[in-house]
């Protein structure tokens, strides 16, 4: 059907989308602000930069790609839980489920008389009956299988692509201030790109997509560098 | 209109959940395993994982708080957006549109004689149409114009809280040996009483979901720890 087909390109697209999103802009922003806040440390070296920027990349992107796997699953469980209650809600409390039914065109200001034959016609089939209800009155769309997979992947190599930008730099540098230095113009120049990129793909003006992350890294970063020099 | 309210009702709270869900599973597991990471490398004292478990603390709640934020921001935009693009099709393709609002009722099976007054009631009033496609066409929900900041709000509390189990035992402690057995056992149990009252919230086996969160924390930290051993 046409119709369903829109209606999922458009959301699967901006799934996939929001998963980059996630992924990407959580792996450009905590590693960078974590370097940054060692190297303004004491006991700071380029190699235990390095060190803890790895783990850190190791253990976001398996902590938020298994979490992102979890919360498609739990989408997807929730959803066969909820249907399941409206399959037996149209067995027990069949007269309850049509009025609810009749309620959403109701909604649509539609007189008692002209709703009578769309409320029969939905009605008539148990499965069209509970697809109505879960999508018209619940505001449920069917998630897709492959959803919690591919959402895990997403998510977990773009922490990495997006981690290893700030990173490199304190590999390649043997000073851990140049490497900070190059840290910064580096991932700031991503993370303005990467909003710009995911402005134009969003829909929002690009210019401020790219100014909203190079300030959220900025923030970021200055509260790690501070409260890693308050302590130290 | 009570049918609206029920829906949302519902959307609100597990969009609320959600958010706990992302700040806390990350806040629990990211910064733990670091903590962990770093105590495997030679370098190690128990002040400074705490300085970089704290800085990976800040720079993750900002990040991924900030994040939700704009996350839900996009979604806004992109509602807004998609609905002044119906807006314009209302007016400039009226029959396309009408003929759309009658493909959402022939995939429920009715015939072309019954659709005929339920359309005709819909694409009277141009609010009622826009409504009716930006829901049953695309799908969309109308987001609360209070979500952007009360995600970030949710989101960012949620990782403080989380990531300050993991490593108060370090703070406590004078060995960081200790420090990382404490923290491993406190961790572990908290994981595990988090996926569990997560499981119960969502619906899901509350043993499976406790179960869950344990592992990822587990991966992620054995992944932190492997990596940090490997080239310190």
């Given at each position: 059907?046409?119709?369903?087909?829109?209606s999922?390109?458009h959301?699967?697209?901006?799934?996939?989308?929001?998963?980059v999103?996630i992924?990407?802009?959580d792996?450009?922003?905590?590693?960078f602000?974590?370097?940054?806040g060692?190297?303004?440390?004491m006991?700071?070296?380029s190699?235990?930069?390095v060190?803890?920027?790895?783990?850190?990349?190791?253990?976001?992107?398996?902590?938020m790609g298994l979490?992102?796997?979890l919360a498609a699953?739990?989408d997807?469980d929730?959803y066969?839980s909820?249907?399941?209650?409206?399959?037996r809600?149209?067995?027990?409390l069949?007269e309850?489920?049509?009025?609810?039914v009749?309620?959403?065109?109701?909604?649509?200001?539609m007189?008692?008389?002209?709703l009578?034959?769309?409320?029969?016609?939905?009605?008539a089939?148990?499965?069209r009956w509970?697809d109505?209800m879960?999508r018209f009155e619940l505001?449920?769309d069917?998630?897709?299988?492959?959803?919690?997979?591919?959402?895990?992947?997403?998510?977990?190599?773009?922490y990495i692509?997006g981690?290893m930008?700030?990173?490199?730099p304190?590999?390649?540098s043997a000073?851990?201030?140049t490497?900070?230095?190059f840290?910064a113009?580096?991932?700031?120049?991503?993370?303005?790109?990467?909003g710009y990129?995911?402005?134009?793909?969003?829909?929002?003006?690009p210019l401020r997509g790219g100014l909203?992350t190079?300030?959220?890294?900025?923030?970021?970063?200055?509260?790690?560098?501070?409260?890693?020099?308050?302590?130290?």
């Amino acid at each position: 059907m046409h119709t369903t087909l829109h209606s999922e390109q458009h959301f699967e697209a901006s799934a996939t989308v929001r998963d980059v999103v996630i992924g990407m802009s959580d792996g450009l922003t905590v590693p960078f602000a974590l370097a940054a806040g060692l190297t303004g440390t004491m006991a700071a070296t380029s190699k235990l930069v390095v060190i803890a920027g790895l783990a850190e990349i190791a253990a976001g992107s398996i902590a938020m790609g298994l979490g992102g796997y979890l919360a498609a699953r739990t989408d997807r469980d929730h959803y066969e839980s909820e249907r399941q209650r409206e399959i037996r809600e149209t067995v027990e409390l069949p007269e309850k489920e049509t009025d609810e039914v009749a309620d959403v065109f109701r909604g649509y200001g539609m007189s008692e008389e002209d709703l009578q034959p769309v409320v029969k016609a939905i009605c008539a089939d148990q499965k069209r009956w509970v697809d109505f209800m879960m999508r018209f009155e619940l505001g449920f769309d069917e998630p897709d299988p492959a959803r919690a997979r591919n959402s895990a992947i997403t998510i977990a190599l773009s922490y990495i692509a997006g981690g290893m930008v700030p990173l490199t730099p304190y590999m390649l540098s043997a000073n851990i201030f140049t490497g900070l230095s190059f840290s910064a113009a580096v991932t700031l120049i991503a993370l303005f790109v990467f909003g710009y990129v995911k402005g134009k793909l969003t829909g929002i003006a690009p210019l401020r997509g790219g100014l909203q992350t190079v300030v959220i890294g900025g923030l970021a970063s200055a509260a790690a560098f501070g409260l890693a020099r308050l302590i130290s």
